[in-house]
């Protein structure tokens, strides 16, 4: 065994004498499973599938704004001196809004369940595009488009993600990136589709079938079977034959507060998501500029030529970049936050490039590159917050992180705007939005150097003797480890671990790493506070007589970074 060599739940002496000797009597075996948790295939495919439409469905239609932007200009504002600031927040106020709800669609999964909130979200996000067609006044799209629409999109994306974890993890990268490349595909899609619709139908009837796409959302989270349950994500990863999730609970009840029953926190002291989260959040004050200002650069600056070219070369080098780089990410000795890094730093360079393009031809080079850019930045950001919080607190790390992003891509394109009302000219508007990438790039050297491994799934058979005490702190044993690169720091050779909130302490301490040689231990209870214990579980059908002079025992003996 390579990340596990030897786990011991804290059980009686004589009971861990024989775990560890591997001699079952009538008790508990412990054995480390040949095959992972997440079946890697099977219905994962149709989830695969089903996410991919999803994402395409939602992004695709946020992409193209700049299209129903220019639109929307003509129908509602024409005559407004401050048209493109007014009409640039329909655009960002749904944007913003899908990245911030997704905290609470995080939220959301984790209580009444994935497949629940996703079709929540397909409902309002219809609900939104159909009010939408009938609005007469542009405000009033803040609300409809804005809003409502934005927070039906925020429900359906972040459980598509989340759901992902529950399937896969050897193809971990390559899901996402073939989940992301959906968003390419629509893109495309409706890059073509909608100046038809404009054209032919108006934009009333264009919103309609936009609302027609949105309710597919619907029968797509249909198909989102969640495999880690709230329940058994609350103990461990581990299949238990026996114990119960809900004594388990009860144990720790008095030790947890009210808010974390809804709300996890300790993503907070993980001190690497905290630096990649505030890396992207700043990255994102200019990311969506490009994406909605340039067809009307285009119009300004060379007059005669489609600016929906550009948008269809984003869109086409984006989905490239994120099945390449999913499969890429997927190998071990690819370092996917310093990949993510890269693509950032790139994308703030090109996009400072584009005001001093004089040739149509050199934007659409220009746009290629920042739709490879996209793409990476894109599929990393699920692969990563697995890696840096693990599955467990995957949900909520994610919807915290999209939530972050609401902030910076809901001011930048009205900003962007702005800037050309007073100036009549976007040059210093792009150059404005290129710098905050490059910053957020070199934030990101700030995130400490280490790439968790989850090792293989231990499973627990039956044991008729094991306290409720012990039941409760043989949870520690299926506590992710992980592998160190590098030892940073010496520990002692013994680390004693009193209680969950010391060992969640230790855990979030700053790349700290236990030697080779020490060993983890837990404090087992003084002789009142098991006997208080067995007589709370009387009720139980797992009781346990008292052992004399009952030692400390290993829970845990791992070269692992904590």
């Known amino acids: ?136 006044e542009l405000m009033l799209l803040y609300l409809t488009y804005g809003i409502i629409t934005g927070i039906g999109f925020a429900c359906s994306y972040a459980p598509s993600l989340v759901i992902l974890g529950h399937y896969f993890k050897r193809h971990m990268g390559l899901v996402n990136g073939l989940v992301t490349f959906g968003s390419s595909v629509f893109t495309i899609a409706l890059v073509f589709a909608l100046p038809v619709l404009l054209d032919a139908i108006d934009l009333k009837y264009t919103l309609l079938f936009l609302a027609g796409m949105a309710v597919l959302l619907i029968p797509y989270s249909c198909t989102w079977k969640p495999i880690f349950t709230k ?72 007059p005669g030529n489609n600016g929906s070219i550009l948008i269809m070369c984003i869109a086409i080098t984006s989905g490239v970049a994120r099945v390449a780089c999913g499969k890429l990410a997927d190998f071990k000795c690819v370092n996917r ?12 360079v090109v996009t400072l490039c584009i005001p001093f393009s004089d040739s149509f031809g050199g934007l659409i080079a220009i746009c ?40 910076p891509m809901t001011v930048g394109p009205p900003f962007a705007g702005l800037l050309y009302d007073h100036l009549g000219s976007y040059n210093i508007a792009f150059h404005i939005a290129g710098c905050p990438p490059i910053i957020g790039a070199l934030i990101m050297f700030f995130i400490p150097r280490t790439k968790p491994n989850v090792p293989a799934v231990t499973t627990i058979e039956e044991f008729a003797a094991v306290s409720c005490h012990d039941i409760y702190h043989s949870k520690l044993a299926f506590e992710h480890t992980v592998e160190a690169p590098k030892v940073s720091a010496v520990t002692p050779e013994v680390i004693v671990i009193e209680d969950m909130d010391e060992l969640e302490q230790l855990r979030a301490s700053d790349g700290t790493i236990i030697n080779a040689n020490a060993t983890l231990q837990l404090r087992l209870p003084d002789e009142e506070s098991k006997t208080q214990d067995r007589n709370n579980s009387t009720d139980s059908e797992i009781t346990s007589e008292p052992l004399e002079n009952e030692p400390m025992l290993p829970v845990q003996e791992t070269n692992a970074s904590v």
């Open 1 to 136: 065994m390579s990340a596990v060599d030897k786990t011991l739940l804290s059980v009686p002496t004589q009971q861990a004498s024989d775990v560890a000797n591997g001699t079952k009597r009538s008790g508990t075996v412990l054995k480390e499973s040949q095959h992972p948790l997440q079946p890697d295939g099977g219905w994962g495919w149709v989830v695969c599938l089903t996410s991919m439409a999803c994402n395409g469905t939602v992004f695709g239609i946020i992409n193209t704004f700049g299209t129903l932007y220019v639109a929307m200009r003509e129908h509602y504002a024409k005559d407004d001196p401050n048209v493109s600031f007014k009409t640039s927040w329909v655009g960002s106020v749904n944007t913003g809004i899908t990245f911030l709800m997704c905290m609470i669609s995080s939220i959301l999964s984790d209580r009444i369940g994935i497949r629940l909130t996703g079709i929540i979200g397909g409902v309002l996000a219809c609900i939104g595009l159909l009010a939408s067609a009938f609005v007469e």
């Open 231 to 302: 329940d058994n994500l609350a103990v461990s990863q581990a299949a238990m034959s026996t114990m119960s999730i809900e004594m388990l609970q009860s144990q720790c009840h008095e030790c947890c507060k009210f808010t974390r029953t809804f709300l996890n926190v300790k993503i907070w002291r993980n001190r690497g998501y905290v630096v990649w989260a505030v890396s992207c959040g700043v990255s994102l004050f200019g990311y969506f500029v490009p994406f909605v200002h340039i067809i009307k650069y285009v119009n300004d600056a060379f």
């Open 337 to 348: 936050v310093r990949l993510q890094q890269a693509a950032f730093a790139i994308m703030g």
């Open 368 to 407: 290629l590159i920042i739709g490879v850019c996209d793409g990476i930045f894109i599929c990393l950001l699920g692969p990563i917050a697995f890696d840096l919080v693990g599955e467990r607190s995957a949900s909520q790390a994610l919807g915290f992180l999209l939530g972050i992003f609401s902030i």
